[in-house]
T-cell receptor, first 114, second 111 residues
């Protein structure tokens, strides 16, 4: 089944404790992206990657890192999480950047930073 | 990306057609109209997209006006499982390939 998977689905952590949220897709998609969703603010793009070893900042990259060493994986790294990073996170992938391509979203990771 | 305007909420009776409107009066010629839905904090789910012509798939139909300034998503036979927030997105490609989600329409399908 074609899908985007994320782990963990739920995470409660404390300020400053490094964490990684994994994202994997099995559709051989070139493009991958991370969004965060907050009440009243909608979904906002954090980082995106157009292919292996090619990443760039989205609208809200502060406090996050990403890597794209393999085509299928795009982990989101929080080196020193803070409470304002408490949010619902979604990973997405699509075949390419063309505007005629749909994006597939993962199930989400709900992160709480205390 | 062009801004979209959608009603905040709508009701629909189960089994009836749900017609969700969207205004995108500033849309440009190369911008596609996309519809996604999100069921209770799950990942957004792609429904349909189009550029100029009306489109239909197994989930829904998309009707785009001739001037492309508005569109309507039609769920032909709404079920309780169609209760969700529906997002209309006008999208340009480009480097970021991001989707800009507005506030969407909360569709409540009533039994």
């Amino acid at each position: 089944e074609a899908q985007v998977t994320q782990n963990p689905r739920y995470l409660i952590t404390v300020t400053g404790k490094k964490l990684t949220v994994t994202c994997s897709q099995n559709m051989n998609h070139e493009y991958m992206s991370w969004y965060r969703q907050d009440p009243g603010l909608g979904l906002r793009q954090i980082y995106y990657s157009m292919n292996v070893e090619v990443t760039d900042k989205g609208d809200v990259p502060e406090g996050y890192k990403v890597s794209r060493k393999e085509k299928r994986n795009f982990p989101l790294i929080l080196e020193s999480p803070s409470p304002n990073q408490t949010s619902l996170y979604f990973c997405a992938s699509s075949p390419g950047r063309d505007r005629d391509n749909e994006q597939f979203f993962g199930p989400g990771t709900r992160l709480t930073v205390l | 990306d062009a801004k979209t305007t959608q009603p905040t909420s709508m009701d629909c009776a189960e089994g009836r057609a749900a017609n969700l409107p969207c205004n995108h009066s500033t849309i440009s010629g190369n911008e596609y109209v996309y519809w996604y839905r999100q069921i209770h904090s799950q990942g957004p789910q792609y429904i349909i997209h189009g550029l100029k012509n009306n489109e239909t798939n197994e989930m829904a139909s998309l009707i785009i006006t001739e001037d492309r300034k508005s569109s309507t998503l039609i769920l032909p036979h709404a079920t309780l499982r169609d209760t969700a927030v529906y997002y209309c997105i006008v999208r340009v490609g480009g480097a970021t390939n991001k989707l800009i989600f507005g506030t969407g329409t909360l569709l409540a399908v009533q039994p």
